[in-house]
């Protein structure tokens, strides 16, 4: 069964730096990789979708790296802002079977970026 | 704008209840999906739907129930049988069941057993 970890849970940081959120997988059969951020009561909002034919995707001050066959995935953020402050979730989409395919979420990094 | 609109915000259930929680996208997508997000733990699917008028259990389905009428809504029932209700609920739309394609996914329903 394919598991997702996010390390660490939660990361602190000063506002500027830059820095790196960590996503691993146990099954590299994945077709694709998606980040997204969420904020404290709120839904997801979709940041970087990278398909498993490719090995980074950007926007903005945001890239995702992904090495499908080590199981990894980082999400660099650039000159962190206070208003990166939210929870970073990373997902891996994979085949369940019976022509379907579900996403699998880690359970989040919350970030906090202090002025 | 497209987008997935989900309602209430807030919902409470009395003991015994059963409530339903609202779906509706206007992205064309043909797959929709709900999730349940606790505190600690991942998302964790509970229906999804690949099509109008079939839908699949996920990893988490008993106590729940789903229909899907029409492309566009695919609401979710928490019935009484589901124990534990408390949580915050996330529904979710893709293109199709295509791998390559990302998710887009609504504001949430946060439901609380009184």
């Known amino acids: 069964k394919q598991e997702v970890t996010q390390i660490p849970a939660a990361l602190s940081v000063p506002e500027g730096e830059n820095l790196v959120l960590n996503c691993s997988f146990t099954d590299s059969a994945i077709y694709n990789l998606q980040w997204f951020r969420q904020d404290p009561g709120k839904g997801l909002t979709s940041l970087l979708l990278i398909q498993s034919s490719q090995r980074e995707q950007t926007s903005g001050r945001l890239n995702a790296s992904l090495d499908k066959s080590s199981g990894r995935s980082t999400l660099y953020i650039a000159a962190s802002q206070p208003g990166d402050s939210a929870t970073y979730l990373c997902a891996v989409r994979i085949y369940s079977g019976a022509g379907s395919y579900q996403l699998t979420f880690g359970k989040g990094t919350k970030l906090s970026v202090i002025p | 704008d497209g987008g997935i609109t989900q309602s209430p915000k807030y919902l409470f259930r009395k003991e015994g209840q059963n409530v339903t929680l609202s779906c509706e996208q206007n992205l064309n997508h043909d797959a929709m999906y709900w999730y349940r997000q606790d505190p600690g733990q991942g998302l964790r699917l509970i229906y999804y739907?690949?099509?109008?008028?079939?839908?699949q259990k996920g990893d988490i389905a008993e106590g729940y129930s789903v229909s899907r009428e029409k492309k566009e809504s695919f609401p979710l029932t928490v019935t009484s049988a589901q124990k534990n209700p408390t949580a915050f609920y996330l529904c979710a739309s893709s293109i199709g069941k295509q791998e390559n394609y990302g998710y887009t996914f609504g504001s949430g329903t946060r439901l609380t057993v009184v």
């Open positions: 739907s690949q099509i109008v008028n079939d839908f």
